[in-house]
T-cell receptor, first 116, second 113 residues
Framework: NAGVMQNPRHLVRRRGQEARLRCSPMKGHSHVYWYRQLPEEGLKFMVY????????ESGMPKERFSAEFPKEGPSILRIQQVVRGDSAAYFCASSPPVEARNNEQFFGPGTRLTVL | SQKIEQNSEALNIQEGKTATLTCNYT??????LQWYRQDPGRGPVFLLLIRENEKEKRKERLKVTFDTTLKQSLFHITASQPADSATYLCALDLPTGFQKLVFGTGTRLLVSP
């Protein structure tokens, strides 16, 4: 069973360009979480999605950032008009569709975004 | 304000000793607390989960305690090995209706041979 996959692993963008980060959850997982990790800082929750639904986006900046998890295909975190402050590691995590709230989250290897 | 504090300074210990890492929090009431390990350039990996009504949890050489009165969790690695060198993150699982994790900044552990 393949783990959580993220691509690209490294992404370089110039200011003003768009960044698209992809996350394929583990097989059978229908819950996806996105986190951002800045140097020397902890992981910060951004958004929680289930298939075709955004459940909580309280950690996501209101402007320029959006996320989706379509019925088919990977989850996408999209950052429009990137700025230098968006440079960070972005991690995706997934968990299975069970009611128990003691599930661990399975993390991908992350996408390191560098904005020039 | 809400805070999760882990010792930002690296913890250096010798192989074979017990490493103890601390996680303190304020103004949170977590239902669970989790510990993760993160190696450079990689995503976090789950280690242990402890519920609010549990005092202690063990898994092989790992032990976690959870004191909701002190608002503190301690994470112990006994008989530490150089391969245990990594950053260890504590995460609070808040009772929000879904699994919302709030992470500390992590403590870097260095185990010398």
């Amino acid at each position: 069973n393949a783990g959580v996959m993220q691509n690209p692993r490294h992404l370089v963008r110039r200011r003003g360009q768009e960044a698209r980060l992809r996350c394929s959850p583990m097989k059978g997982h229908s819950h996806v979480y996105w986190y951002r990790q800045l140097p020397e800082e902890g992981l910060k929750f951004m958004v929680y999605l289930q298939k075709e639904n955004i459940i909580d986006e309280s950690g996501m900046p209101k402007e320029r950032f959006s996320a989706e998890f379509p019925k088919e295909g990977p989850s996408i975190l999209r950052i429009q008009q990137v700025v230098r402050g968006d440079s960070a590691a972005y991690f995706c995590a997934s968990s299975p569709p069970v009611e128990a709230r003691n599930n661990e989250q399975f993390f991908g290897p992350g996408t390191r975004l560098t904005v020039l | 304000s809400q805070k999760i504090e882990q010792n930002s300074e690296a913890l250096n210990i010798q192989e074979g000793k017990t490493a103890t890492l601390t996680c303190n929090y304020t103004n949170y009431s977590p239902a669970y607390l989790q510990w993760y390990r993160q190696d450079p350039g990689r995503g976090p990996v789950f280690l242990l989960l402890i519920r609010e009504n549990e005092k202690e949890k063990r898994k092989e050489r790992l032990k976690v305690t959870f004191d909701t009165t002190l608002k503190q969790s301690l994470f112990h690695i006994t008989a530490s090995q150089p391969a245990d060198s990594a950053t260890y993150l504590c995460a609070l699982d808040l009772p929000t209706g879904f699994q919302k994790l709030v992470f500390g900044t992590g403590t870097r552990l260095l185990v010398s041979p």
